[in-house]
């Protein structure tokens, strides 16, 4: 049992690092299908406010949302830096929208340690750790909880 929990300790995550609000964020980079420029979204009405609407991708409809928002953080106009990343989630395709992507990095599963339970209480929900990593704190996002399951059926029927 013990060495079961030493090899958790030792797995390493590969993530890719992103902004939001001047914080760094990490997702595993397994999730990550790619990395676009933001282009032209197409508003969905009746939609909930955290979906910016579609896009479409190479004849796919991947829906958009808007990570600030989802993670309780106010509005933000894109820039130069804003990328949307599209994973996979829930057996689907989404978009989050950044203010940037940073780079991929190694982080020790040993390393994360559970979310302090300070700060945004919505945010929480979807975090599942933090890790120090040059001197900066990284907070990694589970993707899976970024929606509830009734929200993942819902951006489904989008």
Do not use: H
């Amino acid at each position: 049992m013990a060495d079961d929990k030493q090899k958790i300790q030792n797995e390493v995550l590969q993530c890719v690092t992103f902004e939001l609000n001047g914080e760094v964020y990490a997702l595993d980079v397994m999730r990550v299908q790619e990395v676009l420029r933001v282009g032209e979204i197409s508003p969905v009405p009746g939609a909930p406010d955290y979906v910016l609407g579609i896009i479409n991708l190479r004849g796919k409809v991947v829906t958009v949302i808007d990570a600030r928002l989802r993670l309780g953080m106010s509005y933000s106009e894109n820039t130069d830096l804003s990328r949307i990343i599209v994973l996979e989630a829930a057996g689907q395709d989404v978009g989050i929208l950044v203010d940037g992507v940073a780079e991929v990095v190694q982080i020790p599963r040993g390393d994360i340690d559970p979310s302090p339970s300070v700060g945004n209480e919505e945010a929480a929900r979807y975090i599942e750790g933090v890790a120090s990593r040059d001197k900066e704190l990284v907070i990694v996002v589970d993707v899976d909880k970024l929606l509830s399951e009734e929200e993942w059926a819902e951006l489904a029927a989008i």
